[in-house]
């Protein structure tokens, strides 16, 4: 075992106080302490603007976009000073070797050191180090997309190490800037994410700090070369798998890992710190932020907004106000969101699929005249025969609950002309009491199939129709699992469709049942109304290929 040298100490002398302030970005911050470090090379760091500041070589600047910067790392890099963003033009090592001052302060950490924005310790390690401390040979990998974030991490558990009372401290026997190895077997180790990291390594806990700014293709190769680790005893496994980042955009795995942690759909629980948690946000703060950065910046950065780049079917900002429910009912695969179905007249749009554990089996419900989800079922086991039965009982359900009619639809391209010819050859009283709906041809005629077509054409159209109900607010979007599917759901070529990874059956279903609209409007005048009213000007679409 070696010991700890003190010249691996941090801190040398810790002052507690309670009288003293000082000025950070949304004003003055109570100090905490004002603690005494161990000697370090003084660097000269120089601004374009003529500020200047002495500091160690890890001292942390805040750059665009809130990112950390360490003093070493920063030449050419645009800071946060009192004064706006300065570009820093010179970074200069002294030859001298002496202590410094850090403050440790209360918010969010932050205040201004010769007029420009720094970052104090913090104990944001401080769960990972009970862990490793009151458990034995427990290990623990910590890693971000860039080598500052890594160390920023490292220096927060070792700064609550070092001023942890002595009965608690284990001893060393590895202390340096990556990794931390306890003598009670357990160890704190650290790597920049890539496509290998960590990769045949045995671990107690994996902590990922902004997965979201990873490279998407690389994201993807760590999730995957962490499976082993993470499921390695099966269903007994205990590995935990700890997952922190700010939003950025809707493509990669963190967003897939948020949104479907979200509906419930991977073992992963969701924990948001909300904008309005976070002491003096204030109106004014807010404004002078989106002047500084813009609205979507903002949006992103500090309200968690997932802002898509790649050009998502409905509007981000929109997609972020709507509010799902849980289920007021749940019948096997089929969830109810509403309270009651009396008296409702509604539409059933079936999307089929193969049944083989990849895409799901898919019908959405929706009252016609509230434009309200009513229900939605979803299955992705089901043989196609199996899948007709639930359709019958779905409708069977509806009818003994008071629906007052019903229309229904199967899209019928390739594996839904299966579904069609047990629907034609069905003696069921609950089809013959329900409404098909099927396509017609331009002179109004029937078409020669049953069901409703899906052509590149009338895809495009029902997208269209889709976007236009949930943008205006005329339709209500209650499912979970249907609003995470529409996050993933962007421009593709000259239509639409699911991003790489993710699935797009429940949406798709929902452009089925938009496609029913016309003809059910020859039944129902609310409808026809609703639709001519929210589709009078295709250019309010906005969407250009």
Not at 75 to 84: M, P, Q, Y
Request: net charge negative; aromatic share 10%.
């Amino acid at each position: 075992m070696k010991p700890l040298k003190e010249t691996q100490k941090k801190f040398k002398e810790t002052i507690i106080t309670s009288e003293w302030e000082v000025l950070s970005h949304d004003g003055w911050k109570d100090v905490q302490s004002s603690n005494k470090t161990i000697e370090y090379d003084v660097y000269h760091v120089t601004l374009e603007t003529g500020k200047t500041i002495r500091c160690a070589d890890t001292h942390i600047f805040i750059g665009e976009d809130d990112v950390e910067v360490f003093a070493i790392d920063s030449f050419g890099v645009n800071i946060k000073t009192e004064d706006g963003l300065s570009k820093v033009i010179s970074v200069t090592k002294t030859g001298e070797v002496e202590s410094m001052y850090d403050l440790s302060v209360s918010g969010d950490h932050l205040y201004y050191t010769n007029g420009i924005l720094s970052h104090n310790t913090t104990t944001l390690g401080m769960d990972v180090l009970h862990d490793v401390i009151f458990n034995e040979d427990y290990r623990v990998g910590i890693t971000s997309y860039k080598n500052a974030n890594v160390l920023d991490f490292m220096d927060r558990i070792r700064y609550g190490y070092e001023n942890l009372p002595w009965w608690l401290k284990p001893a060393v026997q590895v202390y340096n800037r990556f990794s931390i190895v306890f003598d009670n077997g357990s160890s704190i180790r650290s790597q920049v994410t890539s496509e290998n990291t960590f990769r045949g390594t045995s671990l107690n806990r994996i902590i990922s700090d902004e997965l979201a700014f990873t490279k998407p293709a690389i994201a993807d190769e760590f999730i995957a070369s962490l499976l082993p680790s993470l499921e390695g005893d099966g269903e007994s496994s205990t590995t935990k798998f700890n997952v922190i980042s700010t939003p950025n955009g809707t493509e990669g795995a963190f967003p897939s890992i948020w949104f479907n942690a979200v509906s419930g759909d991977n073992g992963f629980y969701p924990v948001e710190v909300k904008y309005e948690e976070i002491p003096n946000r204030t109106i004014d703060f807010e404004r002078a932020m989106i002047k500084k950065i813009g609205r979507d910046k903002f949006e992103q950065e500090y309200k968690n907004r997932f802002i898509g780049s790649g050009g998502t079917l409905i509007s981000s900002r929109i997609m972020e106000s709507i509010s799902p429910k849980d289920p007021v009912e749940e019948i096997g695969d089929l969830s109810i969101f509403v309270d009651s179905i009396t008296g409702r007249k509604l539409a059933i749009a079936c999307d089929v699929a193969e049944g083989v554990n990849e895409d799901n089996h898919v019908m959405q419900i929706f009252d016609i005249e509230t434009f309200e989800q009513v229900g939605e079922f979803a299955n992705n086991t089901l043989p196609q025969t199996m899948y007709f039965r639930e359709i019958i009982k779905t409708l069977k359900y509806l009818f003994s609950q008071g629906a007052n009619e019903i229309f229904y639809t199967v899209e019928n391209n390739g594996l839904g002309q299966g579904i069609m010819r047990l629907i034609e050859n069905s003696q069921s009283n609950e089809l013959s009491e329900a409404i098909l709906i099927s396509d017609v041809n331009s002179d109004g005629t029937p078409a020669k199939r049953l069901g409703m077509l899906t052509t590149g054409k009338s895809k495009l159209a029902g997208c269209m129709q889709f976007k236009d109900l949930v943008e205006t607010g005329v339709m209500q979007i209650n499912s979970k699992k249907l609003l995470t599917e529409m996050k993933f759901f962007v421009k593709s070529g000259a239509s639409f469709a699911a991003e790489r990874g993710a699935k797009d059956d429940r949406v798709m279903a929902c452009v089925v049942f938009c496609n029913m609209l016309p003809q059910i409007a020859n039944y129902e005048d609310v409808v026809h109304d609703t639709i001519n009213e929210v589709s009078e000007d295709d250019e309010l679409w906005g969407i250009e290929f």
